[in-house]
């Protein structure tokens, strides 16, 4: 049986989507790839369904590179809710407790989170989609089901207080600046028990993934409006290049005839790449033509070693 053929065309690049609230970021990647009638596609990294902001979309070759933005810094503003807690520690979830938050000041939220800045071990929430031998955890939480989760150690480059609402539910505005695999949910959690009050995620906005800001990102009723009942191509102008999401490593360029065997997977030399980086650093590399070619790592003999490779 031969190998099922790709519906779509075949598109490059990456779109930055403001992923509206109470969609899930798979939902709205199908949303964009349609839009884009696209074959390939996949997002960086996904917010709840409660969430919105900068969502990256990477098309095409440019999937190859998406673990980058994975793997970058975000930055988030939140509202938590002081006063109660939800099983999913968000509003989203099933109330478990709630306890009068009125006694609580924002000189007491910014001394409790003054504990959580720098280097922190954090323990995933039981919905999130990590998985317990092969099955997410979420859908334990949905049985009733609890298990251990190791602490896992992140970093809060940034955790300031914004904005603070006396009450009973007070609500704490911040921004956070982290790793990733933080957990916004985690942080209001363990602030809310700090306090002795309780505390849950209400708004979630991702402001920054990586070099990305939520003011570059796209709303999809904009790109279903531009598009009517056009081609797909109308769209493709809002498309960033392949090498996007690793924009900030170095940029090397070679000859053409250089490139022509760099892409074939082989490694090749030039005089200029100690003068772009050290040895094994990653760098991107461009053909003289200004064609992306992927990544490579600079080698101890001064050769560039394909890493990742982009297919024309």
Do not use: W
Not at 200 to 216: C, I, M, T, Y
């Amino acid at each position: 049986m031969g190998r099922k053929r790709k519906f779509g065309r075949r598109v490059d690049g990456v779109l930055l989507v403001n992923k509206p609230k109470g969609q899930s970021s798979n939902a709205v990647l199908q949303q964009a790839k349609r839009l884009m009638f696209a074959a390939k596609a996949g997002h960086t990294g996904a917010l709840d369904p409660l969430a919105t902001g900068v969502l990256p979309l990477c098309f095409g070759e440019a999937t190859k590179f998406s673990q980058y933005l994975l793997d970058a810094d975000k930055v988030y503003i939140s509202t938590f809710e002081l006063g109660v807690t939800s099983d999913t520690a968000d509003a989203d979830g099933t109330i478990l407790q709630e306890k009068d938050a009125s006694a609580i000041t924002a000189d007491a939220v910014e001394a409790a989170m003054a504990d959580f800045r720098g280097e922190i071990d954090q323990v995933p929430p039981m919905y999130s989609a990590l998985k317990k031998d092969g099955q997410p955890l979420y859908k334990l939480a949905r049985q009733g089901i609890e298990v251990e989760r190791k602490a896992r150690r992140v970093t809060l480059f940034d955790y300031t207080l914004l904005n603070f609402e006396a009450g009973e539910r007070a609500l704490a505005e911040v921004r956070i600046h982290c790793t990733k695999g933080t957990y916004v949910r985690s942080l209001a959690a363990d602030l809310g028990e700090q306090l002795g009050c309780g505390a849950r995620v209400l708004h979630l906005h991702r402001a920054k993934a990586g070099p990305f800001s939520d003011e570059q990102a796209l709303d999809l009723n904009d790109l279903e409006y531009e598009r009517g009942e056009g081609r797909a191509e109308v769209l493709d102008h809002h498309l960033l290049p392949m090498d996007a999401p690793v924009s900030t490593l170095p940029k090397m360029e070679v000859s053409d005839d250089s490139g022509f065997y760099f892409s074939r997977g082989q490694s090749v030399m030039d005089i200029q790449v100690y003068q772009i980086g050290n040895e094994g650093d990653t760098v991107r590399v461009f053909n003289e033509s200004g064609r992306f070619l992927g990544l490579a790592e600079i080698s101890d003999d001064g050769c560039l070693a394909p890493k990742r490779l982009v297919v024309y």
